[in-house]
């Protein structure tokens, strides 16, 4: 089913400032709400880490698709798929403006491509939950479908649990039920990119990361390993894992930091490489300040 509600679609990697840019944006118009597309935000007080939009920032423009589900809870590209189109449909249906801020690329190809989910199987998930070696569940899915392999990130044990999930319950490749992870159709959506110079945006992530720590990132990982169980995704969100790592005894403060900075980066490495892909999306080169050198754009859009 292709989206009938088409938004505005503001991207880029971590650290691009999107989330300030689509914030001014939606001022700047006064008819427009935000729904934002990011695999982390969805957990509940797990905000500081993900850069989740601030309670001053909500009041000021709605926000969806945040707080969704508890950080114990397993949630899936379908459950974000419904819930994104839900609140895409009912942001037009009161005659307003849908924003999307994108940094998470399966997320939003869910939200405006044609992306179909194949079945689930709870007792081959849990099986490949423990494999310890996450190496380990790379080789099988490499033998058992290179096609997914080949687009799946080593380190992303999230990815690749699913993948061979679906090779083992099924019968069939995973990369047989994603055909929307490669197709880019004309969807009506316009998509705005966010494109910096690499050696700034390395710089950026490193400050991002040390304010996260100033107000109190530490804290927050303290308080959700104290509190409550977390869901495998959950504990493996850039930042959390390492921090985790650190109250555990496993490494310092300095080294998780230090892990968190390098993790980063390749982070948002990956996710320019997968947005990059995508030749419907128009780039606008930054230099400088985000929020004045794309909000013209945007507004235009919106207007």
């Not at 969805?42 to 707080?67: F, N, S, W």
């Not at 037009?92 to 179909?116: C, E, F, M, P, Q």
């Not at 998930?125 to 099988?140: I, K, S």
Request: hydrophobic share 40%.
């Amino acid at each position: 089913m292709t989206i009938e509600h088409k938004p505005i679609v503001i991207l880029g990697p971590t650290a691009s400032g999107k989330s300030d840019s689509a914030m001014s944006a939606a001022i700047s118009n006064g008819n427009t709400e935000i729904v934002v597309c990011d695999a982390m935000q969805v957990y509940k007080r797990m905000d500081i880490g993900t850069a989740k939009p601030t309670l001053e920032d909500q009041q000021k423009v709605q926000h969806h698709c945040i707080d969704l589900v508890e950080p114990s809870a397993r949630f899936t590209v379908s459950d974000y798929q419904i819930a994104a189109r839900a609140a895409v449909a009912d942001i037009h249906a009161r005659d307003k403006n849908a924003l999307v801020v994108a940094g998470t690329g399966l997320y939003l190809t869910s939200l405006i491509d044609d992306l179909s989910f194949p079945g689930e199987w709870p007792e081959i998930r849990r099986e490949l939950q423990e494999e310890p070696d996450v190496n380990t569940l790379y080789r099988r899915l490499k033998a058992l479908d290179p096609v997914a392999a080949a687009n799946i990130e080593r380190s992303n044990r999230r990815r690749i649990e699913r993948a061979l999930e679906v090779c083992m319950g099924s019968g069939k490749p995973f990369s047989d039920n994603a055909p929307g992870t490669g197709a880019y159709p004309d969807n009506g959506v316009v998509q705005i990119g966010l494109l910096w110079p690499r050696e700034v945006l390395v710089k950026r992530v490193a400050e991002r990361v040390n304010a996260m720590l100033k107000w109190g990132f530490l804290d927050e990982v303290r308080d959700l390993r104290k509190n409550g169980n977390m869901s495998i995704t959950a504990k493996q969100a850039l930042g959390y894992a390492e921090l985790l790592r650190h109250l555990e005894g496993k490494c310092t403060l300095e080294q998780a930091v230090g892990d968190i900075v390098i993790h980063t980066r390749q982070f948002a490495v990956r996710q320019e490489r997968w947005f990059r892909r995508d030749p419907r999306i128009t780039w606008v080169n930054i230099e400088k300040n985000p929020v004045a050198e794309i909000g013209a754009v945007l507004v235009k859009h919106l207007n």
